[in-house]
């Protein structure tokens, strides 16, 4: 097989592509662990809306340290929380769905790149992909 070589800018379309990717990896990790932080802070205010007295003793845990409030304090701070991190959650999709079309435009320009410097290649490619959806049947 002859070996493809690429062009300077196919070289840095790739680079930012590979720069997208990583981001888009870290953002997902992001929004995995954020939705889970969510789904504590839902859990314990439902727990707490549950208890009818507001001056019930509670703890939260604050860098190692539990730091006494009451239930009518904590409560309204979890609500405050959970919306801080729907926005946060809303954000992260959007910086998502703007790599994702960048990454489709790297996608889509590479590819037309290559096919305009190996046409016969890209034509046999095409012609195998048409037998094989014709049933193997060529004509």
């Not at 802070?41 to 707490?48: A, G, K, M």
């Not at 845990?61 to 959650?89: A, C, D, F, M, Q």
């Not at 889509?108 to 016969?120: E, N, R, T, V």
């Amino acid at each position: 097989m002859e070996k493809q070589e690429f062009t300077e800018e196919q070289k840095e379309m790739a680079m930012e592509y590979q720069k997208y990717d990583l981001e888009r990896k870290t953002i997902m990790n992001k929004l995995v662990e954020i939705g889970e932080e969510k789904r504590e802070h839902e859990l314990v205010c439902d727990t707490l809306l549950g208890i009818q007295d507001d001056d019930r003793k509670t703890w939260k845990l604050v860098n190692g340290h539990l730091i006494e409030k009451t239930k009518g304090e904590i409560v309204p701070e979890l609500k405050s929380n959970i919306e801080n991190i729907i926005l946060l959650t809303g954000k992260l999709n959007e910086r998502m769905q703007t790599l994702l079309t960048r990454m489709r435009k790297i996608e889509s320009d590479l590819g037309q790149q290559i096919k305009i410097q190996h046409p016969a290649k890209e034509e046999t490619k095409d012609d195998s992909a048409a037998s094989k959806s014709a049933g193997g049947i060529v004509s």
